[in-house]
């Protein structure tokens, strides 16, 4: 039996761990023993798993070793043969539509700001899942807990991406972006003119949630009229209930704790985002699925677009796209009006229509 590939099989180990949303220090387990091992000599892995001796390099721990000697054997690790059977999200036939639909992903975030891992290995898993394009969307300078990418980092960040881009495989298109936190007064936390260079701006809010509903109203309408402003992100807020022992959230999140909606005038709101042709998201993290169900209704009813994200953090939460899928089948979403189901170059240039 030829041997496998153990570190492709550590890392989609990982990248279903994520996916499952299951705790960062065992994702990284898997990640840390991918990379050690990826640094060995020819037949050196193969003499370590031979001598026992493949635990003592630094970041391969027991579990990690017995998966790299079930691979080099030819087998199908264990552990990953228990996820396989465990992980797959089973959509029906209406939500596997809008997923069929679905040509990239327009926010996700990298080791720039408060995601795990560097771009170019979220663009990697973004070509696996057979996306188009991925559009990084790092934090703004004043989210400093996300460590917000500041106009200079962001700008260096721009280089780096059109490096990238130079390196990956022909038909894939990685997009720059950001999620820009939208200040209380309704305004942008980022220069205008490199708003402008961005290819897509996600604005999200993520301070005083509690306020009165006139107040963020107000605040979102001020953010939707913005010409920068492409996407309105997880709209209301909310957080929901982790189970224990999961990660990927914020602080809240891994505790247990839940968060509970913002409140503000929907109908106004959701009626800006269509009057001036901003996307609403359905945000697929299992920890938001926002906005709720009656509420991307009411979305529908006003006849905005919308975007289907997944907000990842990690490569494997870039395949959370399902959960999105199957609230928009749920509430009636037209899969025409469903901005990641273009091709790169429509989505850009709707983009840019808004500045």
């Excluded at 894939?172 to 936190?181: H, Y």
Aim: aromatic share 4%; glycine share 8%.
């Amino acid at each position: 039996m030829s041997a496998r590939d153990p570190v492709a099989d550590l890392r989609e180990i990982a990248f279903r761990l994520e996916r499952a949303n299951e705790a960062t220090y065992r994702v990284r387990a898997f990640r840390s023993a991918a990379t050690a091992i990826g640094a060995l000599a020819p037949g050196e892995l193969a003499a370590r798993v031979a001598d026992g001796s493949l635990t003592k390099l630094p970041g391969v721990g027991e579990v990690t070793a017995r998966c790299v000697a079930e691979s080099l054997a030819g087998e199908e690790p264990v552990y990953l043969r228990r996820l396989v059977a465990t992980s797959t999200v089973d959509l029906d036939e209406a939500a596997t539509t809008v997923r069929r639909a679905l040509r990239g992903d327009c926010h996700s975030h990298s080791d720039w700001s408060d995601g795990g891992s560097p771009i170019e290995e979220m663009a990697l898993a973004a070509v696996q899942l057979g996306h188009e394009y991925l559009v990084i969307t790092d934090h703004s300078p004043r989210l400093t807990v996300a460590q917000g990418l500041s106009p200079s980092r962001l700008r260096e960040q721009l280089a780096m991406v059109a490096a990238i881009n130079d390196s990956l495989p022909e038909g894939f298109r990685l997009l720059t972006g950001i999620e820009v936190d939208i200040l209380p007064d309704g305004s942008l936390d980022q220069e205008p003119d490199l708003l402008a260079q961005l290819d897509i701006v996600v604005g999200s809010v993520h301070s005083g949630l509690r306020a009165e509903s006139a107040a963020m109203t107000r605040r979102m309408l001020t953010a939707i009229a913005n010409p920068h402003l492409d996407i309105l992100g997880h709209c209301t807020g909310r957080r929901l209930a982790a189970r224990s022992g999961k990660g990927g959230g914020d602080r809240a999140h891994r505790e247990g704790r839940s968060r509970p909606e913002s409140t503000f005038d929907a109908d106004a709101v959701f009626a800006a985002c269509a009057e001036h042709d901003k996307a609403v998201e359905i945000n697929c993290r299992p920890d938001r699925l926002d906005p709720p169900k009656r509420l991307l209704r009411l979305a529908v009813e006003a006849e905005c677009r919308f975007s289907i994200d997944t907000d990842a953090h990690a490569p494997g939460q870039l395949d959370w796209l399902g959960y999105g899928c199957e609230r928009a089948a749920r509430c009636a979403v037209p899969v025409a009006n469903v901005v990641n189901s273009w091709s790169a170059e429509r989505l850009v240039a709707w983009a840019a229509g808004h500045s």
